[in-house]
């Protein structure tokens, strides 16, 4: 079993960037696509960004589409998330996520294995 482990969270003026990691090792004999989602308190969990681990298909929520790029590396079995031009809105616990299902580009449904988190915190 394949378990997600995220780090690079930290604190953050606005504009600025941070780069997250996640490291899941195997991950592309696992999962088809791996994916980040963020959490603010009070809100309902949000899909960000997914990438097939096949290579070539990202997706992005509107949200974050133009400011956040999502990338792996599976020689490392890892997967990136660098965010760039950071608003106090992006301030959430930020989640890896693995899925096996196979039609996973596009949508965040069936993400079934889960890290723990990392915060991230945009203020001045």
């Known amino acids: 079993q394949v378990q997600p482990v995220e780090s690079g969270g930290g604190s953050v003026q606005p504009g600025g960037s941070l780069r997250l990691s996640c490291a899941a090792a195997?991950?592309?004999?696992?999962?088809?696509?791996m994916a980040w989602f963020r959490q603010a308190p009070g809100k309902e969990r949000e899909g960000i960004a997914s990438?097939?681990?096949?290579?070539?298909?990202?997706y992005y929520a509107d949200s974050v589409k133009g400011r956040f790029t999502i990338s792996q590396d599976n020689v490392k079995n890892e997967v990136y998330l660098q965010m760039d031009n950071l608003k106090p809105e992006d301030t959430a616990m930020y989640y890896c996520?693995?899925?096996?299902?196979?039609?996973?580009?596009?949508?965040?449904?069936?993400?079934?294995?889960w890290g723990q988190g990392t915060q991230v915190t945009v203020s001045s």
């Open positions: 996520a693995g899925t096996t299902e196979w039609a996973c580009v596009g949508h965040f449904d069936d993400y079934n294995y």
């Open positions: 195997g991950y592309t004999d696992t999962f088809h696509c």
């Open positions: 990438i097939y681990t096949g290579g070539g298909s990202q």
